[in-house]
């Protein structure tokens, strides 16, 4: 048990360029969620995976943010043509199942320039 | 909406000294609250409370949830400087089915600073 790896640690881009994330959730976890962090706030959920199946989305994830898990293991959170208001702390977290609490990973900080 | 609200915001103490960190909740279909100490980067796993007055306990970390009163408290006794951190609130809801939601939703947090 490795915990739960997320990569890039940082990542500075500029505005309208496209951002890509990858999280390796503990492994065995059925459950992978990922989560937004902005400075002073808690974690703001985004979305979440059972296996490979996408089984929620907040509105908070507009047409331009997209997260996969192909296979039911790592996942990748794509945001397209990002904004300033896009910066944040990106969390991943992952659990055993429904009823286990999430472990979270350290993060993908975005800055948007 | 969901809604957690932590207090206070922030605290300073000094080693030795105990905190008593409050979180209280509205949510529909309650189905846990759990705690998290966030030191810069992950938050790490600390509680998570079902059950009305069961108090959990890890060292000198204790919490126990009120579910009448809506609320829940995070104790820590004998504070050291390695516990300044924020302490994150965050509650689960069950869906029709009765398994969680899948989403768990945060309160700010509270900073806590442990002086020397």
């Known amino acids: 048990d490795t915990g739960v790896s997320q990569n890039p640690r940082h990542k500075i881009t500029k505005r309208g360029q496209n951002v890509t994330f990858r999280c390796d959730p503990i492994?065995?976890?059925?459950?992978l969620y990922w989560y937004r962090q902005t400075l002073g706030q808690g974690p703001e959920f985004l979305t979440y995976?059972?296996?490979?199946?996408?089984?929620?989305k907040s509105r908070l994830l507009s047409d331009r943010f997209s997260a996969e898990r192909p296979k039911g293991s790592f996942s990748t959170l794509e945001i397209q043509r990002t904004e300033q208001g896009d910066s944040a702390m990106y969390l991943c977290a992952s659990s055993w199942d429904r009823d286990s609490p999430l472990h979270f990973g350290n993060g993908t900080r975005l800055t948007v320039t | 909406e969901d809604k957690v609200v932590q207090s206070p915001l922030s605290l300073v103490v000094h080693e030795g000294d105990t905190v008593t960190l409050n979180c209280s909740y509205e949510?529909?279909?309650?189905?846990?609250l759990l705690w998290y100490k966030q030191e810069k980067k992950a938050p790490t796993f600390l509680f998570m409370l079902?059950?009305?007055?069961i108090e959990k306990k890890s060292g000198r970390l204790s919490s126990i949830l009120d579910k009448k009163e809506l609320f829940s408290i995070l104790n820590i006794t004998a504070t050291q400087t390695g516990d300044s951190a924020v302490y994150l609130c965050a509650v689960d809801r069950s869906n029709a089915g009765g398994t969680s939601y899948g989403k768990l939703t945060f309160g700010q947090g509270t900073i806590l600073t442990v002086h020397p």
């Open positions: 079902t059950s009305s007055g």
């Open positions: 492994s065995e976890h059925n459950r």
């Open positions: 995976f059972q296996n490979e199946a996408q089984l929620e």
């Open positions: 949510v529909t279909n309650f189905r846990s």
